[in-house]
């Protein structure tokens, strides 16, 4: 069985950081402050790219803890700015989603449609061996042929 490392407290989180890894740290309590709230584990990924060898053992010279919050500030920066992004294609997506359901006058030939054009655009996106069977997934939707609109019970909106 493989063994398991003892969990450290926050005190031997930064004495770990400064003493057996070589990371300046300027402000103890403020590094405290970090650990506690984000996490020794969550941070140590932060750090790979100041160590000077792949056992991770001992930081560059100069590498400070104030290096490593600054990358993790960053990347979560970088996350926000990415999901805002990804909520306006979204939101432009739903639009001609609904705009596509009012043309072609019935939800079901709309999503049929917006499914389609994903499957198209995810083709170019994708590796050529990947495998995208949407119409295995539409299968049951498609199977009479009937214009039956979402919860409505009409045959078509107007």
């Known amino acids: 069985m493989a ?3 003892p969990p450290l407290l926050i005190e031997e989180m930064t004495a770990h950081l400064r003493d057996d890894h070589k990371f300046t740290i300027a402000d103890e309590n403020q590094a405290k402050k970090y650990l506690q709230t984000i996490g020794y584990y969550r941070l140590s990924g932060y750090a790979i790219p100041f160590y000077t060898d792949p056992t991770r053992s001992t930081a560059i010279n100069g590498a400070s803890f104030e290096d490593i919050l600054n990358i993790y500030i960053f990347d979560r920066k970088l996350r926000i700015l990415i999901i805002e992004a990804l909520e306006r294609i979204e939101i432009a997506l739903r639009a001609t989603h609904l705009k596509s359901c ?7 030939k709309s999503l049929i449609f917006f499914t389609v054009s994903w499957k198209l655009a995810l083709s170019e996106l994708l590796p050529s061996n990947a495998s995208i069977n949407i119409g295995k997934l539409l299968a049951p939707l498609t199977a ?3 214009t039956i609109c979402f919860k409505s019970g009409r045959k078509s909106f107007e």
Request: hydrophobic share 30%; glycine share 0%; proline share 0%.
């Open 144 to 146: 009479n042929d009937s």
């Open 102 to 108: 009012s043309k072609f006058n019935c939800a079901l």
């Open 3 to 5: 063994s398991v490392k």
